[in-house]
């Protein structure tokens, strides 16, 4: 239809659109509307729309969005191709994708829901299907919850990790106006802005994400948690970023050009305990970072699980930036980096620890050693010129030997550090300077 949609509902209770199986389909709407027009999608639906069948659509949005359904618009199955000039597909009360094979180019937004009125609509559900978008706005954009349980997604926003964008454009990859969920599938996600994105807090508990990202990896305004799937952010300006981060399990490898996990809630750049936290309890992370690899503008905890930071390779960061105490009680942590702002656990942590001013390059063997006996073994990652290590056994007190591609440096647990495993924390002993 050249002056208008090629398909619309005006008035029903509920629509289900049936792709035939074998068939090939096609709607292609007009190239313009009108500022104020109502029906402004080459498939519009102002009631609930349900699309399935095993058949093939094609969908030009040459004037606006795709597929749009002023309620809620669920897709069942097909193989189903979108190009639109704004909006890709849009259910405004909800968008639920429960299979089929999806490809979408968008001028806006990829998928989307949002209506914000509600707090009971507004949200994007994926389990299932096989799913391909490039936009140049956001490529999944919720209202208020984004969640993902399943499906195999590809998705490109804004040019990719490389490109710039205006200060106005928003970008992001995976983005929800109150949680987003990721609990299965696989998502694999090149974004010129954050590559998830919550207004509220993100929750990452199972599936794969392999995400880059032009700037944060993942950001929450509120919090983030991580205690399953395997998380991998291949480019970041920063890796993880919220006020509150945990880490109880999965695996997350963090490569960032500024700070690794920041736990910051932009209130400044005090070196005071605003009451930011990182706590880790579980999990394997992986940080090489040119800014501070783990920095809290507050306080930190860890309990459990693995932490690995390689860290800046010039003074001005550090490998760890604590504001206020960083406690630890379990877990394994090796932390290496610059030494103009190196910084290390609070002394009166239950486990104990040790710093060594020692150097190295990419490459080189990193060993922590206890009368003879190598506890830890390390290939060093990037160049590095202090270790901080604690784990079990390791006792405050006890002298050990930190050995770099066999030259032995015996530290005593315990002491030594900007903060020593000493006073406090970062903000102590000549400690780091603050997160931002």
């Known amino acids: 239809n050249d002056s208008g949609a090629a398909l619309s509902v005006i008035s029903a209770d509920d629509v289900a659109l049936v792709l035939e199986d074998g068939t090939s389909n096609m709607l292609s709407d007009a190239a313009t509307y009108a500022e104020d027009a109502d029906v402004n999608a080459a498939l519009y639906s102002d009631a609930d729309l349900t699309i399935s069948g095993d058949g093939a659509l094609t969908v030009e949005g040459n004037g606006n969005d795709g597929i749009t359904s002023t309620d809620d618009l669920k897709i069942l199955s097909g193989t189903i191709t979108v190009t639109a000039a704004d909006d890709g597909l849009r259910g405004k009360d909800s968008l639920t994708i429960e299979g089929g094979t999806l490809e979408v180019t968008a001028g806006g937004d990829g998928f989307t829901s949002d209506q914000d009125e509600d707090a009971t609509q507004g949200y994007l559900w994926i389990s299932a299907g096989d799913i391909t978008v490039e936009s140049g706005g956001d490529a999944f954009s919720a209202a208020t919850d984004l969640v993902i349980t399943g499906g195999d997604i590809s998705a490109t926003s804004g040019g990719g990790a490389s490109a710039r964008l205006s200060d106005e454009a928003s970008a992001k990859a995976l983005k929800g106006g109150v949680y987003v969920i990721v609990a299965g599938g696989t998502v694999d996600a090149d974004a010129a802005d954050d590559a998830v994105h919550a207004d509220g807090a993100v929750h990452i508990e199972d599936g794969e994400l392999n995400v880059a990202s032009g700037d944060d990896g993942v950001h ?10 395997a998380t991998t952010i291949s480019q970041s300006n920063e890796g993880v970023e919220a006020a509150a981060i945990t ?26 305990d605003s009451g930011e936290m990182i706590t880790i309890s579980g999990g394997d992370t992986a940080i090489d970072a040119e800014g501070d690899g783990f920095d809290s503008n507050g306080s930190a905890t860890m309990s459990g699980g693995t932490l690995t930071v390689w860290g800046p390779t010039r003074d001005g960061n550090g490998a760890l930036d604590v504001n206020g105490t960083f406690e630890v009680t379990g877990g394994t942590l090796l932390a290496a980096g610059s030494a103009g702002m190196a910084v290390a656990p609070s002394t009166d942590s239950a486990q104990g620890g040790v710093f060594a001013t020692v150097s190295g390059q990419a490459g080189s063997t990193v060993q922590i050693v206890a009368d003879g006996e190598v506890v830890a073994e390390y290939a060093a990652d990037k160049a590095f010129a202090t270790v901080v290590y604690s784990g079990e056994g390791i006792t405050s007190g006890t002298s050990y030997d930190v050995v770099v591609d066999g030259t032995s440096t015996t530290v005593t647990a315990g002491e030594g550090g900007a903060s020593g495993m000493g006073p406090g924390g970062g903000g102590g002993g000549g400690g780091g300077m603050p997160g931002r």
Do not use: Y
């Open 220 to 229: 929450a305004d509120v919090a983030v948690l991580i205690d399953g799937g």
């Open 247 to 272: 880490i109880a399990g999965g695996t997350l490898d963090v490569t960032a050009s500024d700070d690794g996990l920041n736990a910051s809630s932009g209130s400044g750049e005090s070196m005071q």
